[in-house]
């Protein structure tokens, strides 16, 4: 068949629809217009059926048009596969429709390149989360829906292991996102294709149990309308009965639910005609659907539990109705009954749309972008009044997880859930650990990014990874995810072991002394040092000491706790570094108040300095000596020897600083830098590195605690004599 035999038909049947909706010309010429574009576009490709392909766009516009979408979702519709399967852009589209069309279809071109690989809860609700993120047009959906309706329909004509991946890929997702938008027709038109491809012999079955009971079925319909209607008469109550089939799909969950065997005709048979019917009342308003309840209730026996009131209490999808089960006297079992008004079962059957009709009708226009209707959208996402219908399709996700998430694609269509303002070096650490340590780059929806871009909603994002690429310390100013700060740390620091390494020997070296230090490090002590300060061997230990990740006082002042007695052992080079070390005063009376006029020495085990909380011991002879007051020594002095002491200056005030240090941009000089502030023992308050454009230097930005100009003069000093330091200036 050729595609410009049938145009004139295809062309006529979109017409008649929007003339049976009373659509204006204008409206038809916009439609028009497209359909003839699309068929241009599409006009050498076939459907797997072997119709010429049009026909699947215009049967997806003409759902849309039965469900009263604006001119723009039917447009959308037609023209909803020209970008992904012809030479079209969006740009085009844009010139030719309208941003709006334009967009409309690149979101929906967007959701069919997404891959729904597995059944499991989790990514179905990801699933589901993300398609309602990046629709932030409701049409996109809508068009999506239609799409998605028209291929279960043709499904026949593919193999039958795409049959079932698609029809369980339709069960999982789409037929709750049709409920979700409380689009009924499509939802159970859905629910038993899916039902066809998947569970074929259930469905024959019951396909067959319900033609045989069609003539029952009808008869028990017209008797219940007749004494319904009667009733309600009664007590002056206008309303309309209606008898309804129930759907496949409902009658299946039921015989699951009853554990019916399909295969069984003895089963089926003796299954109530009224698991097959429901009866529908529609009264002119919300007062009536009470007062219908009411009479109901009084006519038959309600089974208890089995009221739901939907109208106090909507449903996710703006769905209302009394539900109630009743028993019927003749034979003893139990008739579902809906009641609602008009106006809710418009909304029952076309959910959205009807809202959406309603809106077209009030203000002759139907703009779902503007505010009021995102407003409406918002609260759709965020409503669930209805705890188990949010459960069973919307598990976990409230307003609050909607906007602290962003949805982002793969290349390969998977969804990647990410906290709001992460970045593609977020992503990629999400994807692959690999993938992070090499990323120099990204592309976000084709187009080249920074790698510190903010990722939106629906982003499709691709990592540019170089064999070469590492990570940059500098990211830890704006990643977002705790994974990717882990990562870049520990990749810096598994980079720098060897040279951290070096650093604390050489710290242990000039702490303890050449000697002293080498033989401190094969000793038993240190070996029974490690396990308290949570190393697994001496490399550890070094390797820690050299990052700055682990001080070197801390480590003295376990080994001192091994070693109590060797107190005055002190090696000739250790007696050199006390010497060195700018200790206070002997007798300096002005730093220990309590201590005015008394003799006093500083311990030489552990050696405190102002600051550092101290106690006195006092031994006969020797005075008064100050210690740590953690160090080990002082546990072993008898509590009446103690004397609680301050040093004058424990309280001394610190500043906060700002300076700003340029640096020779080397592996391990953020570090060094670190280490050196550390080890002055400066608080540090804030700490960025940015990158200089030359790529060579980078400027670290510091405020650290500070207690006078001295200080900071001493410490500049320090940092200056690092060989790849070349400014360091106060702010
Ligand atoms: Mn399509």
């Known amino acids: 068949m050729l595609a410009e035999e049938i145009k004139p038909n295809l062309e006529e049947s979109l017409i008649k629809a929007l003339n049976v909706k009373r659509r204006n010309q204008a409206e038809i010429d916009f439609v028009l217009k497209a359909f003839n574009f699309a068929f241009d576009k599409h006009i050498t490709q076939k459907r797997r059926s072997g119709q010429p392909y049009i026909t699947h766009p215009v049967a997806v516009a003409l759902s849309l048009i039965d469900l009263n979408c604006d001119k723009e979702a039917i447009c959308s519709g037609l023209l909803h596969d020209v970008v992904e399967d012809t030479k079209t852009s969006h740009d085009d589209l844009c010139d030719l429709f309208g941003e709006e069309v334009a967009d409309i279809v690149d979101g929906v071109t967007k959701l069919s390149k997404l891959n729904f690989k597995s059944s499991e809860d989790e990514q179905a609700t990801n699933f589901r989360k993300m398609l309602l993120a990046i629709a932030k047009d409701v049409r996109v959906v809508l068009v999506k829906l239609a799409d998605r309706l028209h291929n279960m329909q043709t499904l026949n004509y593919l193999r039958e292991e795409k049959q079932i991946r698609i029809s369980r890929e339709t069960l999982d997702i789409f037929a709750p996102l049709a409920n979700r938008f409380g689009l009924r027709n499509i939802q159970i038109e859905l629910e038993d294709l899916c039902l066809k491809y998947l569970n074929k012999e259930e469905f024959s079955a019951i396909k067959e149990l319900v033609k045989s009971k069609k003539h029952e079925r009808e008869a028990q319909i017209q008797k219940l309308k007749i004494v319904i209607k009667q009733v309600l008469d009664d007590n002056s109550i206008r309303a309309e009965i209606q008898g309804r089939a129930k759907h496949f799909y409902s009658i299946f969950a039921k015989l699951q639910q009853k554990n019916v065997n399909v295969n069984s005709d003895e089963q089926l048979n003796e299954l109530p005609i009224y698991d097959l019917l429901g009866i529908r009342i529609l009264v002119d308003n919300i007062k009536d659907c009470y007062a219908a309840l009411g009479v109901i209730h009084e006519t038959f ?64 226009q139907a703009d779902l972008s503007d505010a009021e209707e995102l407003k409406w959208l918002k609260q759709l996402v965020s409503w669930h009044t209805d705890v188990s219908e949010a459960k069973e399709y919307f598990s976990g996700v409230k307003n609050d997880v909607l906007t602290q998430e962003v949805y982002i694609l793969t290349p390969k269509g998977d969804v990647i859930a990410l906290p709001v303002g992460s970045t593609p070096v977020d992503f990629a650490y999400k994807i692959h650990t690999r993938i992070g340590d090499t990323c120099t780059g990204a592309i976000v929806n084709e187009k080249m990014v920074s790698i510190n871009y903010k990722l939106q909603n629906g982003d499709m994002v691709e990592i ?133 006029g008394l003799l006093y020495t500083i311990a030489k085990c552990c050696m405190p300095i102002p600051g550092e909380a101290v106690i006195g011991t006092i031994s006969k002879g020797k005075g008064i000596t100050i210690h740590r007051a953690d160090c080990y020594n002082v546990k072993q002095v008898e509590p009446e020897r103690l004397m609680q002491i301050n040093w004058k200056n424990k309280e001394m005030k610190t500043y906060p600083a700002r300076i700003n240090i340029e640096v020779i941009d080397r592996i391990g000089m953020v570090k060094d830098i670190l280490t050196l502030i550390a080890d002055g023992g400066f608080n540090i308050r804030d700490f960025k590195v940015t990158e200089r454009p030359t790529k060579t230097t980078a400027l670290l930005k510091v405020i650290l605690d500070i207690q006078g100009v001295e200080e900071l003069k001493q410490l500049t000093q320090k940092m200056l004599n690092l060989s790849d330091v070349l400014q360091v200036e106060r702010l």
Not at 324 to 352: C, F, N
């Open 301 to 364: 026996r309600p089974m208890p539990g089995r009221f739901k009131d939907y109208i106090a209490l909507p449903k996710s999808n703006m769905y209302q109705s009394l539900h109630t089960t009743v028993i019927i006297p003749w034979d003893e079992k139990p008739l579902e009954v809906q009641i609602r008004s008009y106006e809710m079962h418009e909304i029952a059957e076309h959910g959205i749309a009807a809202h959406w009709h309603y809106k077209d009708q009030a203000s002759n």
């Open 464 to 596: 540019v990874t170089s064999k070469n690429g590492h990570p940059n310390l500098s990211w830890l100013n704006f990643v977002k995810t705790h994974q990717a700060k882990y990562r870049i740390k520990s990749w810096y620091k598994k980079q720098n072991r060897d040279r951290h390494i070096n650093i604390g020997e050489q710290l242990f070296a000039e702490h303890f002394g050449k000697a002293e230090s080498e033989k401190l490090l094969k000793s038993e002590d240190i070996k029974q040092v490690l396990g308290k300060l949570n190393q697994k061997n001496v490399e550890d230990l070094l390797a820690a000491i050299g990052s700055g990740d682990q001080s070197i006082a801390q480590v003295e002042t376990k080994l001192s706790h091994l070693r109590p007695q060797k107190e005055q052992d002190l090696s000739k080079e250790q007696l050199e570094k006390f010497k060195t070390r700018k200790a206070p005063a002997k007798g300096d009376k002005a730093d220990i108040p309590e201590l005015d």
